[in-house]
C-alpha cells in the first residue's frame, strides 16, 4: 500500500474511537443541570463522572478503536492493543519516579502495532503441537511483548518526550493567529483527501498540556478544554462560524443559482445539506457539489476558513467540541467558553460574505453547480440504498475489484485491485458526490451520511454470494421505467421484465457479455443469451417492424461472442422516428423468472456503454448453488 494509501487508512482508523466524544460532552453538559431541584442531588455526579471516565481512558479507546479501523475490525487486534495498554500503564506507573500516564499519543501507537501485527502474523504458523499458539491468537502475545520492551524504554525517554511536547505547544503558541491560520487552511485543503483528521489529531489530541485539580496531566487542545483549562479552544472555536453559517450560506447560493425547473430539487437537498451543515459540522455534501467544478474556489474556501479562525484567536475567543463545530455542541459547550458568544456575529458576516462571493461567482464563470445543468444528481434516494447498493458495487468493478471497502462519516474508503475499473460517471447517477483517487487502488467515493448505510448493503450483497449480473445502458439518451414504454405487451411485463430507453443516437450496443441468439430478419430487435443464462431482448422502438428493416443495419450475426459496449445495430434515427409509433427501446430479461430480485439506477440521462443501469441477482438453482 502507498503512502496516501496507508494515510487514509490511518485516517478512518482514528475516526472509530472519536465517536465516544459527543456522549461525554453530552454527560458533562447535563452534569451542570440543576439536578437537586428534581430531588436527584447526586445525578450531577454520575453525569459528569460518567464524561470524565471516557476522557480518562480515552488512550485505551484510541488503542483499540486504530487497531480494529485498521484490521476491518479483527477481535485479535483489539485484545492485542488493550493487553498492550494495560502492560504500559502497569510498568510505567510503577516502576517509574516520574509520572508517567498513557496518553492518546501512546495508545494511537499501540494501537498501529497492533493493526500492523495482525496483518503480518494472521496466517502465522507454528509447529502443530503448539498451533493454538498460532495465526491471530499469536497477535496478542506478539503486542504484549512488545508492550514490555517500549514500557521500558519509555521510562528512560519520558522526561525528553514531556519537555518536547510542551516546547511544540509553546512553539505553536508563539505563531499566535497565523499558527491557528495555517492550521485552519490545512485541515480544511486535507478534508478534500479524508485526512484531515491526521492534522487536527495532533492538535486536538497531543499539543499543549495541563493538570488538572486531580494531578492528571491531559494532553491537546480538545482534552484540556473538556479538563477545565482556561486557555483551550484556540483550534476548534474558529471552526463554528464556518460549519454553522458560511458553508449553508454556499447552499443558499447554489439554490438561488440553480434554473427555475430544477430549484425545487436542489432546494430539498441543499437545505438538507445546509442543515446537517449548521446542526451538526458534516460539511462535505455542500463543499464536494463545487470541490471538482470549481477547486479554486475550494482554495479560497479554506483561506477564509483560515482567516476566521484567526480572527477569533484575536479576539480572544475560546469554545471547544467533542466531535464537530455545529450548533449542537456551540450549544452544549457554551458553559465551558470564554467568549463564545461572539462566534455568532462573527457566522453571521462570514454568511453573508460566503453567499455573495459564491453567488458571484456561480453566476460570472457560469461554474456548473447542482441545478444548472441536466446531469445534476439531486434524487433523495436515502429509501433506495438497498436497491442501489448492488448498482453501485458493480460501478466500482465488483466483488472481485475489491480488497478492502470501509466508510467513514460520509465517503466510502476503498482499496481496489484496480482503479482503472471505476466508472465515475455510474457513480455519479448513483448519487455520489465525488471520487477521490489516491493512488496504489485507494479510492475514495463520497455519498454524504449515507455512506454507511450504502456500505452495510453492499455487505449484506457479498455476504449472500449469489449470481449477480449488471447491465449496462444499450445507447445514449434516458432511461425510462418499462410502464412508460407506448405498448401494452411490453408494458404489461407480458415479454418480460426489465427498463427502456429513449435513444438520442443511432446507435445499439450490447449491455452484457454474452452471445447473439437471435436477430430478427427487419433487424430492429436482437436477443443475447448470458454465460448466467439470462436471455435479454432489445427492441429498437414500438412498432417498428413495419419499417421491413428500413433504416436499420445489423454489425452482428446470429452465435458471435459480445462484449458489453460492443455494438450490434446502426440505426437512421431520423427515419426510424418518422415511421414508428415511438423510438422507445424495451431491454427485458424473457425468462424473469430466474431473476431474484432486480436493482434500477435513476431514470436519467445515460450515456452509451455507461455500468450499472440495472443489475439483477439469480435464484438459486436445485441442485445447490447458483
Not at 487508512?9 to 458533562?28: D, E, K, N, S, T
Request: hydrophobic fraction near 50%.
Amino acid at each position: 500500500m502507498n503512502v496516501m494509501g496507508n494515510l487514509q487508512q490511518l485516517g478512518r482508523a482514528l475516526m472509530l474511537p472519536m465517536i465516544v466524544l459527543p456522549a461525554a460532552a453530552v454527560f458533562l453538559c447535563l452534569g451542570q443541570l440543576p439536578w437537586e431541584a428534581i430531588g436527584l442531588p447526586g445525578m450531577s455526579g454520575h453525569l459528569g463522572t460518567a464524561g470524565d471516565m471516557l476522557f480518562l481512558f480515552l488512550p485505551y479507546l484510541f488503542a483499540v478503536g486504530v487497531a480494529l479501523g485498521l484490521t476491518n475490525n479483527a477481535g485479535a487486534a483489539g485484545m492485542a492493543a488493550l493487553a498492550g495498554m494495560f502492560i504500559y500503564t502497569g510498568i510505567t506507573g510503577s516502576m517509574s519516579d516520574l509520572n508517567i500516564q498513557p496518553t492518546i499519543m501512546i495508545g494511537v501507537l499501540i494501537g498501529i502495532v497492533s493493526g500492523y501485527s495482525f496483518d503480518l502474523f494472521k496466517e502465522f504458523r507454528l509447529p502443530e503441537s503448539i498451533q493454538f499458539f498460532g495465526g491471530p491468537r499469536f497477535v496478542p502475545l506478539f503486542v504484549s511483548a512488545l508492550a514490555v520492551i517500549f514500557s521500558i524504554l519509555m521510562i528512560r525517554i519520558a522526561p525528553f518526550i514531556q519537555e518536547g511536547l510542551y516546547q511544540l505547544g509553546e512553539i505553536v503558541s508563539s505563531a499566535g493567529g497565523f499558527g491557528v491560520f495555517l492550521f485552519g487552511f490545512v485541515h480544511r485543503i486535507l478534508a478534500v483527501f479524508g485526512l484531515h483528521y491526521l492534522v487536527s489529531h495532533v492538535f486536538w489530541f497531543q499539543v499543549g498540556g495541563y493538570e488538572t485539580e486531580s494531578g492528571t496531566m491531559v494532553y491537546g487542545d480538545l482534552v484540556r478544554f473538556f479538563a477545565g483549562d482556561p486557555t483551550a479552544g484556540v483550534f476548534m472555536a474558529g471552526l463554528y462560524p464556518t460549519m454553522m453559517f458560511a458553508l449553508p450560506a454556499i447552499a443558499f447560493a447554489i439554490i438561488q443559482e440553480a434554473r427555475e425547473d430544477l430549484k425545487p430539487k436542489v432546494r430539498k437537498t441543499f437545505m438538507s445539506a445546509a442543515l446537517a451543515s449548521f446542526l451538526t459540522g458534516v460539511t462535505e455534501p455542500i463543499e464536494f457539489a463545487f470541490l471538482f467544478v470549481a477547486p479554486y474556489l475550494f482554495v479560497v474556501h479554506a483561506i477564509l476558513s483560515g482567516l476566521v479562525m484567526w480572527l477569533t484567536y484575536e479576539l480572544g475567543i475560546l469554545h471547544g467540541f467533542s466531535f464537530s463545530g455545529g450548533a449542537i455542541e456551540y450549544i452544549i459547550n457554551m458553559h465551558l467558553s470564554t467568549r463564545g458568544w461572539l462566534l455568532l456575529p462573527i457566522g453571521v458576516v462570514a454568511g453573508v460574505l460566503y453567499y455573495i462571493m459564491f453567488r458571484w461567482a456561480i453566476w460570472r464563470f457560469r461554474i456548473p453547480t447542482p441545478g444548472r445543468e441536466e446531469g445534476s444528481q439531486l434524487d433523495e434516494w436515502a429509501g433506495d440504498i438497498p436497491y442501489r447498493a448492488p448498482l453501485i458495487l458493480q460501478a466500482i468493478g465488483g466483488k472481485e475489484n475489491i480488497v478492502q471497502m470501509e466508510a467513514c462519516i460520509t465517503r466510502l474508503r476503498l482499496k481496489l485491485t484496480n482503479d482503472r475499473l471505476l466508472d465515475i460517471n455510474a457513480l455519479r447517477n448513483l448519487g455520489a458526490a465525488g471520487v477521490i483517487r489516491l493512488g496504489g487502488g485507494n479510492v475514495q467515493v463520497v455519498f454524504g451520511t449515507y455512506s454507511e448505510l450504502i456500505r452495510e448493503e453492499m455487505m449484506k450483497t457479498l455476504r449472500r454470494d449469489l449470481t449477480q449480473v449488471s447491465f449496462s445502458s444499450p445507447m445514449q439518451g434516458k432511461m425510462i421505467p418499462l410502464d412508460e414504454v407506448p405498448d401494452q405487451i411490453f408494458a404489461d411485463e407480458l415479454v418480460g421484465k426489465g427498463v427502456a430507453f429513449m435513444p438520442d443516437r443511432g446507435e445499439l450496443v450490447s449491455p452484457v457479455d454474452g452471445t447473439v441468439i437471435h436477430i430478427y430478419p427487419t433487424m430492429h430487435a436482437v436477443g443475447i443469451r448470458t454465460a448466467e443464462g439470462l436471455e435479454v431482448l432489445l427492441h429498437i422502438g414500438i412498432d417498428t417492424s413495419q419499417l421491413g428493416g428500413k433504416g436499420f443495419a445489423a454489425v452482428v450475426e446470429e452465435g458471435d461472442k459480445v462484449k458489453a459496449g460492443q455494438l450490434l445495430i446502426r440505426f437512421d434515427l431520423q427515419k426510424v422516428r418518422k415511421g414508428c409509433k415511438s423510438l422507445a427501446t424495451p431491454m427485458v430479461i424473457t425468462n424473469s423468472d430466474i431473476v431474484r430480485s432486480w436493482s434500477y439506477a435513476p431514470f436519467k440521462g445515460v450515456k452509451k456503454g455507461q455500468a450499472s443501469v440495472m443489475s439483477v441477482v439469480l435464484k438459486e438453482r436445485k441442485g445447490g448453488g447458483d
